[in-house]
Every structure is written in C-alpha cells, then in structure tokens.
DNA sequence: TTGTAGGCGTTATCAG
DNA sequence: CTGATAACGCCTACAA
C-alpha cells in the first residue's frame, strides 16, 4: 500500500497540454472542445476525446477559475447541518444551482455569529460567484467583506426591507402573531410557549405572546430550551410548564415540530389528552407532521420553493438578468390538523 | 440597487500586490507576513496588517492552491443531506478538518452510483487534497478516476478489506447478525424485518433473517420500503406486516430509527403493546431513540468517532505520517431499552 | 478551424 | 529580512 501510495503520488495529474500532445492539436483546442465542441472539427475533437479517455483528464477548475475570473463556485452558510429544516432549502438550492453549473461549499455557523464572520472570510477566498446566508443579522466586519467582494448574496429564512443583496424567506413576526390568531380564534385563553435557543425562534414566540394576550388571551408561560431542540427537550418543557408552573390546560406553541413532537410524546405517557386537556402546535411541517398521533398542527414554510428562488434570484443576477426581485416574501400557512 | 451593484462589480479586488504597496513593500512580503509572520520585521508586519484591515483584503485561495499545488479542500461525497446519520459524522468530519486548515466541500449522491460517478469527477476538477465517499461501493470510473489522482480517500460507514485507500466504519453484515443473536436470545422465535431502500440496510436485513433462522427462529416475515426512511412509512410497514402478512407477534427489526418509531406511533394507535405483543429494534441510535416511548432498543454507530477517525487517517495520509492504517473496524453496539 | 501570446494572483526558489 | 523571477494550468484576445 506504501508503494501503491508513492507510486500514485508521483503521478504527475495529466493536462489540457498533454491531452492536446497526445491528440496532435494544441491546448487551446482542446479548452475549446471542452468549452464549445462546435467550434472544433469532428474529426479533432473525435480524437482529442479520445486522448480525454485514455488518459483520464479531468479539467482543472482552479486554474480554469483563476484565468476566467469565475468559479462556478456558491458558498452556503447555514446554521446547523443536521437540522432538517436546513438541510432541506439547502438541497433544492443546490440542485437548482447544480442544474446551472454550480458547485455549492457548504458551512455551518452553529448559530455563532463570530463563526459566520469567520467562516464568511474564508469562503470568500475561494473566490465564489455567490454566496446563501442564513438569517439577516450578520457582523459589521462580514457585511463589509460581502459588500467588498462585489458578489451577488442571498440572505434566505428570514425578511428584511435592507437585505446585502437579495433577500428570500418569511416573517417570522408575522408567523407569531398568525398562529396566536389561530389560537385565538379556536377559542383558546391560556397558552404557553416551548422556544429552542434560536433568535427567530424567539421572535416568532414573542410576536405570539404579544399578539395572543392583544387579542384577549391570558399571560402566556414560557419554556425555553438552552441547546438544539430535540424530543427529549420537549418532554422536559411539558414536564416543566405541568410541574413547576401550574400550566394545566390550554395550547402549546413550539418553535419547532420536534420539540412538539417531544410533547405529543410525554403527554401520553402521562395520559393527558390532546387536543382535549392540551392543544400543541408546531412549526415546519417536517415530513412526520401529518404522521405522528395526533397529527401535528403546524405551520409550513415550503422550504423547497425557498431554496429554488434563492437559486433563481442569484442566478438571475449571475446573469446581469434585470427580472431580480430583491426581496421575496414566500410567507407560510397554518396547517390544520389533530393536535389542535 | 442597480446602481449599488453596477459600482460594486467594478470594484477590482484588492490583491496582495495592492496591499504591498500600500504597506511599501512587495508583493511577496505580503504573501511571507500571511503565511509565516515570524520572517518579516516587526514594523513591516505591523504595516502590512494595517493595510490589510483598511483595504479588506481576503486572500485568493484559487491563486495560492494553483501555484502551491494544494487546495486545502477536501470533497465528500453522502447519500443524502437530510438524513442525519450522514450529517453527524459529515458534522465531525468537518470540524475536525477545518480545525487543520480544511474547507469541505459537500454533495449529495441520492444513493445514485451514476450521479456519485459524475460528481467524483466534479469535485476532482476542484483538485481536492483529499476525498471521502460514503460506502464502499463504487463505479469503475469513479474509482479510476479517483486512483488516477493520487490523493488520499476515505471510504466510510462500511467495511471493506480492500479500500480505495483507507475505510473507516462497521460491518452491516455483522450487525444485521447480532442483532439476530439479540432476538434469539430474548427468546423471540418470530420475525419481520422493515428496511428502506438502501443497499447496506438490506445488507443488515439479510444477515439478519439468515441468522435469526440458522438459530431456531422461524422463516422472517419482510416489509420492503420503496424510498426514503419516514414515520409514515414506518407506520404503514407495520399496518402492512398485521394485515397483509398476518405477523401479530415477535419481534421487528427496522432499517433505521425512524422507521422504529413509526412502527411504535401506529402501535400505539391500534393498541398494540410494545414490547408484549410486538417488539422493535430499531438501527442508528439517534438521539430521540431514548426519549421515545416506550424508549427504542437499537444498534449504536458512533458517528462522531467515525468522523474524526475519517479525519485523522486523512491527515495522517496528508502528513505523510506512518500511523495510517488503511481500514479501521469501528463496530457497532446493542442499545437495549425497552422496545425489546 | 486552429494557434500564439499574455495574464490571472499566488507560492517556490534563488539572490541580495 | 526583502525582492526578483519563474512557474501553476487554464482562458481571453488576437492572428493566421
């Protein structure tokens, strides 16, 4: 394996220049072969693919990038990769910009905001044609390197009316206060929260509270959570909210399906009924939603089309395309079912 | 916006030949104060860093890998994004990386070995230091290919006697057997398997149903699922195992977590008791596998030590340290809780 | 249709 | 300690 090893190392990677040797034409030609086939013959692009084959070339997109000024590279910055909820915008956003030729670096800040500035430096040297953050709050320091950098950006998952660049997502406000309306309107008047440390998480919790004792509802308990949400983290705060603050009947707003899901959990093993003696509500509308018991009502952010509109924004200004929308509000909609 | 933007694109990027000679120095000072401060002079240093902080500066990675012959990237390649057994050892795999200078760069393959093939060749374009694939299984090309340009690869989450270059994982094969010898030995004489569309989870299963039957146990019932691992699909494996097959009791053994626990959510649902009328085993030990109800018995990967193994071996190959050791047997762990 | 020349922004090497 | 100079492998003109 040493040998095998030294043997590989030694291997000088094969060129355009050295395709071009082998197939009688010069290296131009064959980056033009590669580039656009139409402009060489049939018969040297027959034989510089050939060459191609034999010696198993494969392009260098570093230095291709270097001379042409452009990477077809898009960096993504997200906050946490196992999270679902990410993961799933991050997809369709990388498919779509796949589809167009680009390769996506993807990073996590673990919601850290000196971590993004960090990590914001380094994607940018790598010289990206775009870059996806998550969230609109950034450091001073990574707005003035992304406004440097002169590339196009799209903040996603969140809404502001001053974006860097572009900005694709939802209020999280307006989904707060929406869901308080919910409860409101289905005649509830005590309510609590169970909020996972994430800043959105807890301003959709405050608008909710805000709105939910506005329209006539009683002071609302809270439960927050200190690290990621996770079921056994919602079983927590239900045995929280039960034991140490009297919280007995009433609706459930969580800042995330799991956490719900952690209560639908715990509720059973204590034999409390839902939505009879508690109503829970989530939010994401993750694909076990509708398939936990009781179903799930929640609230769905339609990650796929998030994902797909950053792609297209950025590659809409990418192509000095003048269709760019700078700020898209994909909102979000109530989902109705059992569990409330 | 547009005129924000038109300035913005013509702004050049501040190279580090603009910062020399703004700090009165050449180029290469430049690149000598970045890349070992100790060989220039205090003052200069100090010069040079203050034109860096007012021009912005972000050095150019494509320009330094190029000339250095180095990317400090290294690629991964997993099935999926969303699905968390991958995203935690990818999550440890990258800290550990970029804690020694490395950006990963990250694709999803969908279980597509044609799609794994193309972008093999696509993150070798990039001229990765280094590459890990998930999975031991790969086209000709993609392993030609991947032999052909000489840097280290580590294959994971499956085992392999010969890798491409080094493996670190666990056998399914083996763990499909001892999960088999758990059954047995709790006494369970029936049988059913839920498994996903996965190769290696079928490779679990079938080690399994030999060798829960080579022990005395009867033939095992199967419920095969068509796409990803979901509650829902889960919930409907067992609705399929009751009414089609006729199972009413043993003991089931799922692909994965979550498919266990769609198989608890629609026991509940019908009243089944878990585990005195059906067991379940699930596979993966994810981190809501305890806080489920009743808590999942299951086989436990460690995945964060598969990432910083994966990690390690890599460096030590970028090292040119000795200590590599080309396959590395991580196993796996019987959880027992009160699923079974 | 094909080739030549120059340059992209670094690092490595050799001088001073 | 600092500075020339030559790569690195490709792309963009411009020529033939």
Redesign the pocket.
Known sequence: MGQDRDTRNAN??V???AV?RMA??????V??A??DP????P???RRIREAIEVTG?V??A???A?????SRLVTALIPSITNVVYSTFVRSFSEHMRGAGYQILLSETGFAPAEEEALVAAHLSRRPDGMLLTGIHHSAQARRLLLGAGIPVVEVWDLTSSPIDLCVGFSHTDAGRAVAEFARKKGYTQAATVTAADERAHRRRSAFATQFEALGGQRVARADIDGAARIGEGRKALRHLLDAQGFARGVIFCSSDLLAHGILVEAQVRGIRIPDDIAVIGFGDQDYAADVHPALTTVRVDRDALGNRAAEQLLARLDNNDLVQPVTDLGFEMIERESC
């Open positions: 000088k990677r060129t355009m220049a071009g009688g034409v010069s290296q131009v030609t980056s033009r590669l580039s139409s402009k060489v013959s018969d040297t692009l070339f392009p260098n570093i230095a291709g270097l001379a042409s000024n452009k």
